[in-house]
């Protein structure tokens, strides 16, 4: 089994305008995810909804026009290998979660997968001091990747976490 997973912080309203982008120049189904507190899902079309898209608590992109079955979240989740996952953390005007991009798969990783990937990590800024509540320490993490909308949150007074929530993030230089 190959897979792929990037994690950031971002604004959902940039990683979406991103992936509405993405997905309408390469002609793949969008599938909006609500896990709590019930779970459901639907197809997201290039009309109306593409303009009124809910805070889901994921995106599935998918090259397959994705037919919609009633699944339980297990099964729902088992059918999705092969497609690209996008997880959102909390976004709100305290906190800003961590999100994640990835893909699980039988076979190698698609290719539009990885460039999409990819593209996204270059457009994401690196490098922030990391806290760790439970004992204060602190350590700065050169690889921890973020938007400039993500900067701009934290610099208004947004708590930049982990989805763990016993660790934040100062989005500074490390000096």
Known sequence: MKQINFQFHAKRSEMMSYLLDIANKNSLTIIGVDIFPQFEFQTIRFTQDALEIKPYEMI????????????????????????????????DEFELQESSMGSVSDEEIDILWKHLINDWRKKCLKGAWVFNSNNNAKVYNKNLRYTKDAKEAFLEGVKITTLAENCFYELRDEN
């Open 60 to 91: 599935i992109l998918s090259k397959k026009d994705e037919e919609i079955i009633n699944f339980d979240y297990y099964s729902f989740m088992k059918n999705q290998k092969g497609n690209l996952i996008i997880t959102f953390g909390r976004d």
